[in-house]
């Protein structure tokens, strides 16, 4: 039987657009949100974001200026909070700054109880030392605490911290499933097994708080050490059958599975592979050194062209297909590129003015901030500015009065 007219105009206006009923309220739709292809084809390859972090880390590795430390820091900060997705693996850039802090105080307290081999006139505080036998010379507990030994000590540890700060950007900016999927085809298993380990922190970050925010609505301890402990062997249950179903989709998916290749493409690939390893190593030692200035660059860009040459090979004999592959667009070559600039830079003022880039602690002086390479690290802000700006955090349905 049919519906009469005014029956169908009641039961839509009951209705509204979005299925939910009107009556007693009706409930707010969510904005439109992208399709996954749009949002596939706006994002940025992840390769992009770890390259300009790992070349921010690169340039950290050639200075101890405190000031151009904690400029990169402050450029890798700012990236992250611009253009960081809303997702649960993008959260571990905190958890990578504590470690920082963590290893700047270790540090800190290692030279002040075991003692600093540099030098120092201006004595901080005199601890009681311990005697040692004779079998430990060079080794002392205790002691004087120098301003100048606890300046080196500090300059040489934001170096390190600031490489975890780094590689903590590189994590909250880069989805680490689609950067599996981007890796050549010869280094799929490596892959699986570093993006496995890369996303072990952000999972465990996100069981932590989300058990700790279970015990607080329960009225538990969720705070020190007792707190952590009651909450540690919910999170291990947690990452084991997280393991368990990562193997089972591995094994029903076919990892592990090759394809017959020739035994002379076989011998070629490891030839070329092995040659373009050795070749990057001989070259970056020339690089280092100021004897092998001059065949350090040819020789590594010889060995990084073997050593791809390999890759490409090697991913012959892998039997798998790329749905939607990532593509590496204008955006990504700039983003890329203004973390190999900051790097490059860095380089030339490290070999032009030493003294600029590597403060000295004695005698103690104030370091100043060199203003070409402040310029050039600066250069590292351009990730915030072309790279596309993350989609806004989903919003629950609210309930409007009627």
């Known amino acids: 039987m049919g519906v009469p007219p005014r029956e169908r105009s009641r039961a839509w206006g009951r209705v509204g657009a979005g299925g939910a009923p009107s009556g007693g309220g009706t409930l707010s739709a969510p904005a439109s949100a992208p399709t996954p292809l749009r949002h596939r084809r706006e994002s940025l390859h992840p390769g992009a974001w770890w390259l300009w972090a790992l070349a921010l880390g ?20 700012y990236v992250v909070i611009t253009r960081r997705p809303h997702a649960p693996w993008s959260r571990s850039y905190g958890a990578f700054v504590k470690l920082a802090l963590t290893v700047l105080l270790i540090r800190l307290l290692f030279t002040t109880l075991l003692g600093s081999p540099v030098p120092g006139t201006h004595t901080l505080v005199t601890l009681p030392e311990v005697p040692l036998p004779d079998w430990a010379q060079g080794v002392r507990l205790g002691g004087r605490v120098t301003a100048e ?52 922190a952000p999972n465990l970050i996100a069981d932590v708080q989300r058990l700790r925010a279970a015990r607080r609505l329960r009225g538990r301890h969720d705070k020190g050490v007792r707190g952590l402990l009651q909450v540690g062997l919910p999170v291990l249950e947690g990452a084991l059958e997280r393991s368990v179903a990562l193997a089972a989709a591995m094994d029903a998916r076919g990892y592990g599975r090759t394809a017959q290749v020739p035994a002379p493409v076989r011998r070629t690939t490891t030839a070329l592979t092995l040659g373009g390893l050795l070749g990057i190593c001989a070259g970056t030692y020339g690089l280092l050194t100021a004897a092998g200035g001059t065949y350090g660059i040819p020789v590594l860009l010889a060995g990084v062209a073997a050593a791809f040459g390999g890759l490409w090979l090697g991913g012959r004999r892998t039997v798998r297909t790329r749905y939607r592959p990532d593509r590496w667009d204008a955006r990504a070559w700039l983003v890329t590129a203004s973390g190999v600039a900051v790097a490059a830079l860095l380089f030339l003022a490290a070999a032009r003015d030493p003294a600029a880039l590597h403060p000295g602690v004695v005698p103690l002086t104030a370091p100043t901030l060199p203003l070409w390479p402040a310029a050039a690290v600066l250069l590292g802000l351009l990730p915030a500015f072309v790279a596309p700006a993350p989609d806004p955090a989903p919003k629950t349905a609210v309930k409007e009065p009627s």
Request: include cysteine; proline fraction near 4%; aromatic fraction near 6%.
């Open 58 to 77: 690169t340039a950290a590795t050639r200075t101890t200026n405190p000031l151009l430390l904690a400029l990169l820091v402050t450029v890798s900060a």
């Open 149 to 200: 030994g606890l300046a080196f000590a500090l300059y040489d540890a934001m170096k390190l911290a600031t490489l975890l700060v780094c590689v903590g950007a590189a994590n909250a900016l880069a989805n680490p499933s689609r950067l599996l999927k981007s890796l050549p085809g010869a280094l799929y298993e490596m892959g699986v097994a570093v993006v496995v380990a890369l996303t072990f």
